[in-house]
């Protein structure tokens, strides 16, 4: 069993004009399965063939290979990424509207917090909402740095700040591509979902 190109749950064009067809073919059927296909090309013949991408993840940190960290936890960001969006605009509900009013104040601050910090971060990278003990904070992470470690935080949400994921529809203005995210796309309900479990989200398997 090998790592998987984990499916899109929606379809290419769903996302637009915030985020084109375009865009997520080549996001998607391109850079994403890149990092798929050079994970599985780096563990092939290994102990690490057929295992869940997160052991992938765990192994490339504790050996310090570099390489395959940069591939493994791309898939998986990727993975956690597409999952964050939705066609329909959502708004939070329930224990994650409570949270987000007490670490935030109000939904509006979170969006502005998750803006903000998004149009700040400077080259690669990716801005989340992590859940750390009950206690929810926007944070940012470097090239393929993850949350896989629960001991960093439960991730919630992520939004991907490579070039990639915008430049087709925006060029350079990221700014722009956020908004369009923040405001209309993000799946709160997913949000939820990794907030009730507590435990990590699984990168899926064939």
Do not use: C
């Not at 395959?68 to 999952?83: C, D, E, I, V």
């Not at 708004?91 to 949270?99: D, H, Q, V, Y």
């Amino acid at each position: 069993m090998s790592i998987i190109l984990s499916p899109l749950p929606y379809a290419d064009g769903a996302l637009a004009p915030a985020i084109s067809a375009e865009t997520l073919q080549f996001h998607h059927g391109k850079h994403h399965k890149a990092y798929v296909d050079k994970t599985n090309a780096a563990i092939e013949g290994t102990p690490l063939a057929g295992r869940p991408l997160e052991d992938v993840i765990a192994a490339a940190v504790e050996t310090g290979d570099k390489g395959l960290f940069n591939n493994s936890a791309q898939a998986w960001n990727h993975g956690f990424y597409w999952n964050s969006l939705t066609p329909h605009a959502q708004a939070p509900e329930g224990t994650l509207a409570e949270r987000i009013d007490a670490s935030f104040g109000s939904l509006d601050a979170l969006k502005k917090e998750l803006a903000s910090q998004g149009a700040a971060h400077f080259a690669s990278g990716w801005v989340w909402l992590v859940d750390r003990g009950g206690k929810l904070s926007v944070e940012q992470t470097h090239d393929a740095a993850t949350f896989t470690d629960l001991s960093a935080g439960n991730p919630l949400l992520v939004i991907d700040l490579w070039e990639h994921a915008y430049y087709i529809d925006y060029r350079n203005l990221r700014p722009d591509y956020l908004s369009k995210v923040i405001d209309g796309h993000l799946n709160w309900q997913f949000a939820a979902d990794n907030l009730a479990r507590s435990t990590r989200w699984n990168y899926p398997a064939a």
